[in-house]
């Protein structure tokens, strides 16, 4: 490609960071109550005009997830440009970063809570008394929404990366659930419990195809029998660029962009029953089984 060629394409791309900036510094302002410079404030609200007139109204919780899927974003999309040569792995020191993943983390309790029509007995599964394990806790508002959502359970969050336990600490000392959450800087493939969890949570993108085998052979050993195993994925992207942006920031987390096929497949090979995937309104999607009696 000649270089007109590359700094054009470069100056289409543009228009697309600048507008998701623009919108995540105007729900910034938004909801922190600040005015800002005049000008600068209406040109913002310009843009996000320009990019959907009916983004401006109704403010309220959504804003916060928005600007926490922005921040995540922009800022692993830096961390790629500045360090474009580090190998694949979470490590991520940021805590704004880290804070933002987390807040998004969040949003998988309303995904599963969605799927409880179609599976009832998951349902009466989380009302009822038992300990939840959520794999990857980071941060913990995942395990915090998780323990808001269903008091009768205790959650057990696991995650090998310290910096991301020392704010998921801060954060659960400042919740009203902290006697029902128990944090332990533990990687999966070192879960050890006799069949003790009612559920387990797995987050699917920051799974390594090479670790999967002995990860999910970890988890049956830990499942209690009739407990349920929640496999996260990413919501299947709508076109090739956004397939390939979706794999290469997946890789670089150190995960595996899995499809809900292979999962299914998996979990059936470990005789797993009542396995199906379901989609949620959220750019997530659910691959769900059950751990068989014994």
Request: glycine fraction near 10%; include cysteine; hydrophobic fraction near 45%.
């Amino acid at each position: 490609m000649t270089f007109e060629g590359t700094i054009g394409a470069a100056r289409r791309l543009s228009a697309s960071v600048e507008a998701f900036a623009a919108l995540g510094a105007e729900l910034r302002l938004r909801q922190a109550g600040l005015a800002g410079d005049p000008c600068t404030r209406e040109l913002l609200r310009d843009v996000v005009r320009a990019i959907d007139p009916q983004l401006l109204d109704d403010p309220g919780e959504r804003d916060a997830t928005t600007i926490a899927f922005i921040q995540t974003v922009l800022r692993q999309a830096l961390d790629l440009l500045e360090r474009p040569e580090r190998s694949p792995g979470w490590d991520y020191h940021d805590p704004v970063l880290l804070q933002a993943q987390g807040q998004l983390s969040g949003l998988v309790v309303r995904g599963i809570g969605a799927s409880l029509t179609q599976l009832p007995e998951l349902g009466k599964t989380l009302k009822r008394s038992g300990t939840f394990l959520d794999i990857g806790t980071g941060v913990g508002w995942l395990a915090i929404e998780v323990a808001r959502a269903w008091p009768a359970m205790r959650v057990v969050g696991i995650d090998p990366w310290e910096p991301a336990l020392v704010l998921a600490r801060e954060n659960l000392a400042q919740s009203e659930v902290a006697d029902r959450v128990e944090l332990r800087m533990q990687h999966v493939e070192q879960l050890e419990e006799v069949p003790t969890f009612a559920v387990v949570w797995l987050p699917g993108p920051f799974i390594a195809r090479e670790i999967a085998d002995r990860a999910l052979a970890r988890i049956c050993g830990a499942l209690a029998p009739g407990g349920w195993l929640i496999f996260g994925l990413d919501a299947a992207p709508p076109g090739p660029l956004e397939r390939a942006l979706a794999r290469l920031r997946t890789a670089r987390s150190g995960g595996h962009f899995w499809d809900a096929a292979e999962v299914e497949e998996r979990l059936l090979a470990l005789d797993f029953s009542d396995v199906g995937t379901f989609p949620t309104a959220l750019p997530i999607q659910l691959v769900i089984g059950r751990r068989n009696h014994e």
